[in-house]
């Protein structure tokens, strides 16, 4: 594993800030066309040097190069080219229908950037959530300063060059450093702060910025139940939640973090999950190159303790040498157990049973609002039931993670697992004011609004009754 990176950036924060503010007032970062050159170029940078982000994110935890494709760099160019393609027309004055009470006029909403925009980022998917927020408040004419995460060095110094190479820091700056260098980045004033990470630093970042009313976007976490009913296709089910719970060694905001399966399906589901593990990593897990690590030793003793006392049905060895913790099952673990208190973050999958819908709904509502929430089901009205019943920022029936692969919807959470949305369209709007312009005609200046009043009152109602 790389090392972490310093606390402090070695940079002037206020300095960099200042003449961020500058060359956002000269109006550079609003001509259109050279947002969409600059976005092709940072393409063709990222497309240039793929190789080199696998490398990155094998030194950071072992990702496997065929996840990093998968899950980072493809989804960035994917969103790139969309970005590029769409932009021109994202950014005109979309006109809207005008309304009876003003006319006569043509009504638009102009998308117009917010200035100075801040990107956190955790450590978990660096690349991609780094450059993907990045994207959209390019796209939108912002400038940006990101921070990715001190976790991840190797990706984090990668992505600092890239942006080098295609944006002044006056522009886009990747500013390196660890808490210390969050905290001194939240005590100066932004346009908008674009945080992705835990609730608990989604919480101090909510307050820092708060004093100044600087929107945001909050990304973070939760514990993303994954039901599964009796009329599921147990075997699929299996390969599926196995591919999305230990992709990234099970370090991913939205992978299920329990099942709650149909007591009468649980050892049949089991059993396939231990089939699937088996045919994903081999028998020997730990030589498999398809495995990541967990990041860090820190978060690795975590998830160690969370076995602790735990009944486990598969998996459950650790090694500290190179933080491997096995793909693991847990057997019903207690409510007021930590791996069923906190998120887990990692390769530990408990699994919880239920007799009837009164028993899924005292888990669930047991937890405040998770980032995502699975039912596998062909009974389509239980899932729909579900589907509709539950808050949770978005999800998938009949899989898992993968309501993330489509720009068209926006992803995020609800309640503490976050809010805001964003990814294609979506992005770019979170990143611009929309202003509302009535623009009036002045061949006609209807007098029904003004005062005196007197007499007006019934042709008021009969009008506005018309709207
Ligand atoms: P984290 O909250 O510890 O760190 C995220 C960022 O915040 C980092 O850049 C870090 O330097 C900074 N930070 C940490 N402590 C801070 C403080 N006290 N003040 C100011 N800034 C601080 O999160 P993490 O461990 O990097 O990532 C894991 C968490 O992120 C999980 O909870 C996961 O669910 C969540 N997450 C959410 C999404 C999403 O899209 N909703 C995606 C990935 C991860």
Same mark, same amino acid.
């Given at each position: 594993m790389a090392e972490e990176i310093e606390n402090i950036a070695a940079v002037d924060i206020p300095q960099l800030l200042?003449?961020?503010?500058? #060359? #956002?007032?000269t109006g550079k970062t609003l001509d259109v066309a050279e947002r969409i050159s600059k976005l092709k170029t940072l393409k063709k940078v990222i497309e240039s040097r793929e190789k080199e982000i696998a490398a990155a994110l094998f030194a950071d935890f072992r990702k496997p190069e065929f996840e990093t494709y998968a899950t980072e760099t493809a989804l960035i160019l994917s969103e790139l080219k969309y970005t590029i393609r769409k932009l021109k027309k994202w950014a005109k004055p979309q006109k809207v229908k005008s309304t009876f009470l003003n006319f006569p006029s043509k009504d638009y909403m102009y998308s117009q950037?917010?200035?100075?925009?801040?990107?956190?980022?955790?450590?978990?998917?660096?690349f991609q959530l780094s450059v993907s927020p990045a994207i959209g408040a390019l796209a939108a004419g912002n400038t940006v300063v990101i921070k990715p995460s001190e976790y991840a060095p190797a990706t984090s110094q990668l992505t600092k060059e890239i942006f080098a190479e295609v944006y002044p820091e006056v522009h886009c700056a990747v500013i390196m450093g660890g808490v210390e260098t969050s905290e001194e980045l939240l005590k100066q004033k932004w346009d908008y702060v674009f945080f992705t990470g835990s609730v608990p630093v989604g919480r101090i970042v909510a307050k820092a910025i708060a004093p100044?009313? +600087?929107? !945001?976007?909050?990304?973070?976490?939760?514990?993303?139940?994954?039901?599964i009913h009796d009329s599921a296709k147990i075997s699929l089910a299996a390969k599926r939640i196995v591919w999305g719970k230990f992709i990234?060694?099970?370090?991913?905001?939205? !992978?299920?973090?329990?099942?709650?399966?149909?007591?009468r399906k649980k050892t049949e589901f089991t059993e396939a999950v231990k089939k699937e593990i088996k045919a994903a990593f081999g028998e020997e897990i730990k030589k498999s190159p398809d495995y990541a690590r967990i990041i860090n030793k820190k978060n690795f003793e975590r998830l160690q303790a969370m076995l602790e006392g735990? +009944?486990?049905?598969?998996?459950?060895?650790?090694?500290p040498v190179d933080n491997y913790i096995a793909p693991t099952l847990l057997n019903e673990p207690s409510l007021e157990s930590t791996v069923m208190q906190d998120e887990i973050f990692g390769p530990i999958l408990p699994v919880l049973t239920y007799s009837d819908?009164?028993?899924?709904?005292?888990?669930?509502?047991?937890?405040?609002?998770?980032?995502?929430?699975?039912? #596998?089901?062909?009974?389509?009205? *239980? !899932?729909e039931k579900i589907l509709q019943k539950y808050h *949770?920022?978005?999800?998938?029936?009949?899989?898992?993670?993968?309501?993330?692969?489509?720009?068209?919807?926006?992803?995020?959470?609800?309640?503490?697992?976050?809010?805001?949305?964003?990814?294609?369209? *979506?992005? *770019?709007d979170t990143f611009t004011h929309k202003k509302s312009i009535s623009k009036r005609a002045t061949w006609i200046d209807i007098p029904l609004r003004y005062a005196p009043y007197a007499g007006k009152l019934p042709l008021i109602k009969k009008v506005m009754k018309r709207l």
């Open positions: 200042s003449a961020q503010n500058a #060359f #956002f007032e950037p917010y200035g100075k925009v801040l990107v956190l980022a955790p450590w978990n998917y660096p100044n009313l +600087t929107p !945001s976007t909050l990304e973070l976490g939760g514990k993303n139940p994954c039901i990234n060694a099970g370090q991913t905001c939205i !992978s299920p973090d329990y099942i709650l399966i149909d007591k735990q +009944t486990i049905i598969t998996g459950g060895e650790t090694a819908e009164t028993e899924i709904e005292k888990i669930i509502s047991h937890y405040p609002d998770p980032l995502a929430l699975y039912v #596998f089901a062909e009974d389509k009205d *239980f !899932s *949770f920022g978005g999800g998938a029936t009949n899989d898992v993670v993968i309501h993330i692969a489509n720009k068209n919807l926006p992803f995020g959470g609800v309640g503490s697992s976050g809010y805001g949305g964003y990814h294609g369209k *979506f992005s *770019f």
